[in-house]
């Protein structure tokens, strides 16, 4: 047992101090902490805490019943006084106690206990022992420190009896083609296998298995063999580096990257790692060396027009450490996109309020929220993280609901053919009457689609060709409420091969300047009763550049406030105005604490591109204030009704911005006879990827351009199913927008249960 008593105090003490000097903001510790500790400095919130806590005056006192906790109630929440701790604060206290970085393969229980200083909650010692035999443990110190004061964190990296249980598959995924390192599962996109190993295992992966994690890795002649493969395939348009994690063999990473970079047809580069969360020493170490190595490899990137992104995991809010914000931050001030992908578990991060925490966190930092998985992969030894859809479904809900709508994950299940997004590309039909605890899932894949390069996937027993074309798949899964199961969709053969006719060429121009000439929202969804003010969520209101004082202290009087939409003049407007009046708004703005986003929806970004000047943009990104403790990041909103108005130079304006940290995300109306067909929506989602343009929401209904123009040129239902459809089929995971309908109430993800659609939250 570690002796507290042989620390010195002071340094404890004056780590505390600096930490809530530098962190110690509502962003980083939550409102509710922060309105017991606050005050003009850390040593002023640290007194504070030790007089709320019942220790005034005596830090001593106050740091050693803090440890006693820790290694006393092992994993458990640290209350003192009743005001609880967050674990982001302790860690930097666990660093001085048990110092060190690194990771550590764990052979049984005796090195668990003592070398790491975990208390186990089972006696089982035996069987636990048979299950590090059979999934192997591996931990970092980051994560051992993460795990002694978060019950949340140990959840996911420390073994347990029960992944003994027999219940589940060995792999998920089937029908895949491998050729060495390659795994494909798309035609226009493959997966590079360049590592197994990880520096720490989750254990719910669901590549967990002994034999996975023992595989041979590849050497550098498989890394060329396998670009020589990319090569040669010209559909093939993005790469997902990953494993395994591929930052632990640098050499294969890098030869990978070079070779990719050589293929003009190869236009993104998805570098897969969640060693931001449990490793984050991998990129801090030897001054940032892998840090400063992907920024570099950035740049060359961009000098051939391609796109360099990173895809980390999160999961619950307890594992996101300042030094894991940092990293995400410098990434995306280098032009470097990070996206978040979180698997959905079973008591642990399966409450709306914690993923809220969590994203808005991740978000702040710079990062964009991609998927929520869910449920956990059903592998085996992973029942206890299992969930039902439904209750993933109804967190959806929440988020909508309590969370801004740039934060919001979509929900994605990767089937054993592909992955489906909810009740656009895919939906429950119906359980398998043959087999107790699997569903039937509608995919939108069809036989032609595998045909060239996995043909066998059609020979596999666990799927059915359905009436519309499409094949449905077994899964491993318990719906939830019977409700989700929506049953077969048929489509009549006189709808299967109808034909939209577009409007003539010149009405669709005359079309797109009238909408680039309007308002894009309707009236608040409450009244705010300030002019130029609308309330458009629970999280987001709109302003205009030239806003009073009185909108100034309406968003200051409100911490539901997340983001803050600037809405240009209609029309041209003049940029060194602009820029002037937005230093002077920001100014403002700048001391709102709970405010981290602020948007510029400015039209002329579509039609006149080359008005985004260098040095508009230099100033744009003066003013982007990424940070950790008090963000207030800039966004560019654009809207875009088709592909074709995109052009190089929105690229490489795009480029610039991104290089200054600033993001560019589209919106866009669904409009009868104009782009209500999958072809054209495929097109513009393909042609705002290649430009680096998140694709963000894609309307439905209930916009007043929708409203007037639908009403003659109505959009049948169906196409709306077959542009999603077609999109999950044939486009990246990154070019899916999320489908939208505009109600008085506020935004609604489309479901195919239109009862639903119905059910409208309060307003608040």
Wanted: net charge positive; hydrophobic share 40%; aromatic share 10%.
């Amino acid at each position: 047992m570690i002796k507290i008593e042989k620390y010195d105090f002071t340094i404890i003490m004056d780590t505390m101090i600096d930490f809530l000097d530098n962190y110690g903001s509502p962003t980083i510790l939550g409102n509710k902490f922060y309105e017991i500790i606050k005050g003009k400095n850390g040593k002023n919130k640290f007194f504070n805490l030790l007089k709320a806590s019942g220790y005034h005056n005596d830090p001593e006192g106050f740091f050693k019943e803090i440890f006693h906790m820790v290694f006393k109630t092992n994993n458990e929440k640290i209350k003192l006084n009743d005001i609880e701790l967050p674990s982001i604060i302790l860690v930097p206290l666990l660093e001085i106690i048990i110092p060190g970085t690194g990771y550590f393969s764990i052979k049984n229980i005796r090195e668990l206990r003592q070398n790491f200083n975990i208390e186990l909650k089972t006696k089982n010692f035996d069987d636990l022992n048979k299950v590090i035999e059979k999934y192997p443990v591996r931990l970092s110190k980051h994560i051992i420190r993460q795990s002694m004061v978060s019950m949340n964190v140990a959840y996911q990296y420390i073994p347990f009896v029960e992944e003994l249980d027999s219940i589940g598959h060995t792999n998920t995924w089937v029908g895949q083609f491998q050729d060495g390192l390659i795994e494909q599962m798309y035609p226009n996109r493959v997966i590079f296998l360049l590592n197994m190993t990880c520096p720490v295992y989750c254990r719910f992966c669901f590549r967990k298995h002994k034999n996975a994690r023992n595989e041979t890795p590849p050497g550098t002649k498989d890394v060329r063999k396998a670009v020589n493969y990319v090569k040669r395939s010209p559909l093939i348009k993005e790469i997902l580096i990953t494993g395994g994690d591929p930052f632990l063999n640098k050499k294969n990473l890098r030869i990978a990257i070079d070779g990719l970079n050589s293929i003009d047809h190869v236009k993104t580069l998805r570098l897969a790692t969640r060693s931001i969360a449990y490793y984050p020493e991998l990129f801090l170490k030897n001054n940032s060396s892998y840090l400063n190595f992907l920024k570099d490899k950035n740049l060359e990137l961009q000098e051939n027009n391609k796109i360099m992104e990173i895809a980390t995991h999160f999961v619950h809010p307890d594992e996101v450490s300042i030094e894991s914000l940092k990293i995400i931050t410098q990434l995306i001030k280098s032009g470097i996109k990070v996206y978040v992908q979180t698997p959905f578990l079973n008591n642990c991060n399966d409450r709306g309020d914690e993923l809220v925490r969590l994203f808005t966190l991740l978000r702040g930092a710079g990062a964009e929220i991609h998927y929520i998985f869910m449920p956990c992969s059903p592998i085996h030894g992973n029942s206890i993280y299992w969930t039902s859809l439904s209750r993933g479904i109804n967190i959806a809900k929440y988020l909508r609901k309590h969370l801004s709508d740039r934060a919001i994950p979509k929900m994605c299940t990767a089937t054993p053919i592909g992955k489906i997004e909810w009740h656009s590309s895919g939906w429950v039909v119906e359980k398998v009457k043959e087999k107790q605890g699997f569903i039937w899932i509608r995919t939108p894949y069809t036989p032609e689609f595998f045909k060239s390069f996995a043909p066998d996937v059609n020979k596999l027993d666990n799927i059915r060709l359905n009436k519309e074309g499409t094949f449905d798949v077994q899964y491993m899964a318990d719906q939830g409420e019977d409700s989700l199961c929506t049953g077969s969709r048929t489509k009549p053969e006189k709808e299967k091969f109808k034909k939209i006719d577009l409007m003539p060429i010149r009405e669709i121009k005359a079309l797109k300047l009238q909408f680039y000439n309007e308002n894009r929202f309707n009236d608040s969804i409450i009244a705010t009763n300030i002019k130029n003010l609308k309330r458009l969520h629970k999280t987001r209101v709109e302003i205009n550049i030239n806003a009073k004082d009185e909108v100034i202290k309406y968003i200051m009087s409100d911490k539901n406030i997340t983001d803050l939409i600037i809405s240009s003049n209609l029309g041209k407007i003049d940029f060194n105005t602009y820029i002037k009046d937005l230093k002077i708004l920001i100014l403002k703005l700048r001391c709102i604490d709970h405010l981290n986003s602020i948007r510029l929806r400015i039209l002329q970004f579509a039609f006149n591109i080359n008005a985004f000047s260098d040095l508009f943009i230099k100033d744009l990104g003066k003013l982007n204030h990424l940070d950790i403790d008090n963000p207030l990041r800039i966004e560019i909103e654009t809207w875009f009704i088709t592909g074709e108005d995109i052009t190089e130079n929105h690229g490489e304006t795009v480029q610039k911005l991104n290089n200054q940290g600033i993001s560019v995300y589209c919106n866009t109306p669904l409009l009868g006879r104009i782009n209500d067909t999958p072809d054209i929506i495929l097109e513009l989602s393909y042609a705002l990827r290649k430009v680096g343009i998140e694709f963000h929401h894609l309307y439905i209904s209930g916009l007043p351009i929708q409203t007037r123009w639908n009403k003659d040129h109505l959009i049948d239902s169906a196409n709306i199913i077959d542009i999603a459809s077609k999109v999950r089929a044939f486009g990246s995971g990154r070019e899916i927008p999320q489908y939208i309908v505009l109600t008085p109430s506020g935004e609604l993800d489309f479901d195919l249960r239109s009862s639903e659609l119905e059910n409208l939250w309060d307003r608040f």
